[in-house]
């Protein structure tokens, strides 16, 4: 395969058309044309078809593209690699997009490890938060070396990713000391009538849960929806509701929020994922991440 007329067509895609890719190539777009051309012909498959005044993939393009995805990531590792070989002092670039709706709390642990002084030479962490669909499209374009996430990336995006299972944790309910003294009975059915707050709809956590209450007959009192889950439980910490947090987090949010865990459920789950577009983790930050994760984070909840 020639490698220049797959720099070529993966630059067309990207651009979505010869005429803006031409422009970034310095070459004329009948250059361009001829060039993928040739690599059709040798791949026995049209790439492109006519949309328009512009050009769209076929399906047989969305598959090329995935893969001169991988080529050029794996090229641009490779640059990197030898250019830090020079110089072992020069720190590890680590970029990580953190999907808002992860929790900080599991954010920090599952990072941490990633700083650790025994991967060799320093690390530099460049550390985004946004929307996951997002932080996928950073990552399909080689900004980002991993998306941690509450959820996995679908197929139906149509980005070559690959889903890292970090670990599972069941959910807690917590509230303060004197919203807990004003319940009535035991968990569950002391949630009936009680002042909650809750996830946004957005979250993964949030269908399960309303899942759960309609399973259990329960209706609380709903007081507030909170997209960031600091903000609820900061909240919670003031006796506004009843809320809920990875059971992982147990010592941790009862001892910062000074809360308590009035019960606990494994049918409501939230999952954890490493995204990158490697199959197999080469990365030394994501592999101490992984490794540390199921060892000590979820170890004893797998």
């Known amino acids: 395969m020639n490698f220049k007329h797959l720099r070529y067509f993966w630059t067309v895609a990207k651009a979505g058309g010869v005429v803006r890719a031409g422009e970034q190539l310095h070459t004329t777009p009948q250059t361009l044309s001829g060039q993928i051309r040739l690599l ?18 076929t399906s047989e393009g969305r598959v090329a593209l995935g893969y001169a995805e991988q080529i050029f990531a794996l090229g641009d590792e490779l640059e990197q ?9 020069r720190p590890l670039e680590f970029r990580v997009g953190v999907a808002d709706s992860v929790a900080k709390s599991v954010a920090y642990h599952l990072l941490e490890p990633a700083l650790a002084p025994d991967l060799g030479r320093p690390v530099h962490m460049l ?11 950073q990552l399909s374009l080689n900004r980002l070396d991993l998306v941690l996430a509450d959820e996995p990336v679908s197929k139906k995006i149509g980005v070559k990713a690959f889903n890292h299972q970090l670990g599972v944790s069941g ?9 807990r003294s ?10 009936q009538g009680a002042p909650m707050l809750i996830q946004g709809p957005m979250s993964s956590v949030r269908q399960q849960l309303d899942h759960w209450l309609n399973k259990h007959q329960l209706r609380p009192r709903l007081v507030g929806e909170f997209d ?22 147990d ?10 865990v009035i019960g606990r459920s494994t049918e409501l789950v939230e999952e954890f994922f490493a995204i990158s577009v ?20 979820f170890g004893k909840y797998q």
């Open 278 to 297: 490697e199959r197999r983790i080469t990365h030394p930050c994501v592999a101490a991440m992984t490794r540390t994760a199921k060892a000590d984070l």
């Open 127 to 137: 550390c985004h938060e946004g929307k996951f669909p997002e932080l996928i499209a």
């Open 182 to 191: 004003q319940l009535k009975g035991d968990f569950p059915g002391c949630l």
């Open 81 to 89: 690699s030898v250019k830090l070989a020079r110089n072992q002092a």
């Open 171 to 179: 959910m807690s309910f917590l509230c303060s000391p004197a919203l």
């Open 228 to 249: 960031d889950s600091a903000l609820m439980n900061a909240f919670g910490r003031k006796g506004r509701g009843v809320f809920t947090s990875p059971t992982v987090l």
């Open 251 to 260: 010592a941790e949010t009862t001892s910062q929020y000074g809360v308590e």
């Open 40 to 57: 059709e012909e040798w791949l026995g498959h049209d790439l492109f078809r006519k949309r328009g005044r512009g050009l769209e993939l």
